[in-house]
């Protein structure tokens, strides 16, 4: 069992869908994968809130032990977002985005190496940063998002170069490619570096690529979907968690870990923010992973 | 091994996608359904064709020993289609539709029974009409579309109340009922009759209704898709195929089915018309299912 250091945003988010509107409640990429993660393995947490960042947010993380050490608090406020989900809900409209104190956000590394290192959508810049100061020993993944890949690609494929691992989904996959096909794509990505990448479609499942062979996953069935937000994050928080705790990178383990991350996010969503994941545990995790392989056996 | 009774369209199609152009070329929802299913157990095709239906297409679907004696020959020019497929390829624009003999047709029923039929998309009036004619003893599935969905709801409901499976796409399921969710979709057209319901996705793979319980499957990943006409044709010609040559309806069955209609779905979009299912055998079928297993288990 590995720890996982985790880069990223740490938020304040209003989300409206048709199943109602919740404001000021927790978010962020960071957030996500790190509770997600906190299932599996010992999780880091590296980011920067505001002031006026609540107490009760900690307390959530610290219930599943995660080490916030690392969460900076800077003059000014958190973070915020607002986006609203319509229709089959695939895709947020971003209503506001504040960027308050992660707008100068510089991750302090106090650490020299690590096992696991995920660098969740930032600013490519900070993820060279970071990647310059730390030594990964085992895995360093990366997220990002259509924002860099339009506006920081250089920077971005220095960073694609340092990486194991690339998770991002379907459409920022598209838009780094210029490929409609995205086997043609998830191939194209790995060439830019990476030896293994995992392209999330959302409510139509997963595409990964590991050393030269494709694997595809469904997601998983649910009747009501309340809040997409966070489930790319907690797809890769889980999966990267279960590789960490097996410490074990085959082949067969990250085709599980797909499988891990397809579920953990499945339950993020039939809440709002981090509702549905406080409820759970590894048992109930487990439960559905045994019904997931149920309904996709042949 | 039970042989399947097939009715629907034979037509002659004009097909261009970004891939190019194929002018007349051999169509129609129930050709793609027997030259699939006939890889499994033996077809009798039912449907009507013109004067100028070109003896060679006739040759191609004897070639896999399918029943034309049902393929009857009026006075006048074959059923034409014109589509044009474009961006992610996962809807064809009709250009043109040109009914011709297929407008009256009407099934000419010899047999008094038969074990597994299939009614490709018609008119559920005549699809009603088979269905009043024919004692079925195994297993009766039907197909539709978003014209008789909207303009005969009613003939449709009543075919949904006498059949045991549907295979139907999202759009349609979505129009059908009025649910986005396509689990909420599923189980309210197992509601109107049949215990097995499958809703192919395209490119985003099936979701499946088994008597209670929830399947769901990939597509087959591939670089390059030609032309998706008659992916969905011959996902259900394969798929029941499957379940005719077991003469086993249990759900392990089902679902493996559903595998087989996934992988020769796979086939019939890498080239134009039936030009790949024609390349390939019950072998190739079989490596590319163990293929498909590979790549889809954890």
Known sequence: MSEIVVVGSVAIDSVESPF?????????????????????????????????????????????????SGLEVQKGKTFRWKGKYEGDMNVAETLDTQLNVFQQFSPIIKLESCDYLFLANIDPRLQLDVLGKLKIKRLVASDTMNHWIRDKRDELMQVFEKVDMIVLNDMEARLLTDEQNLVKAIKKISEYGPSKVVIKKGEHGSI?????????????????????????????????????KQDNLNMNEFAKAIAYGTVVASFTVERFSLERLREISTAVIEERLQTFRKLTRF
């Open 20 to 68: 109602g509107k919740q404001e000021e409640c927790f978010g962020g990429s960071a957030s996500y994968f790190s509770y997600a993660a906190s299932f599996f393995t010992p999780v880091k947490l590296i980011a920067v809130v505001g002031e006026d960042f609540p107490h009760y947010f900690k307390t959530v993380l610290q219930e599943r032990g995660i080490d916030l």
């Open 208 to 244: 990964a690529f590991y050393e030269g062979n494709i694997f595809t996953f469904p997601a998983y069935p649910l009747e009501e979907v309340y809040d997409p937000t966070g489930a790319g994050d907690s797809f890769a928080g889980s999966m990267i968690g279960y590789l960490a």
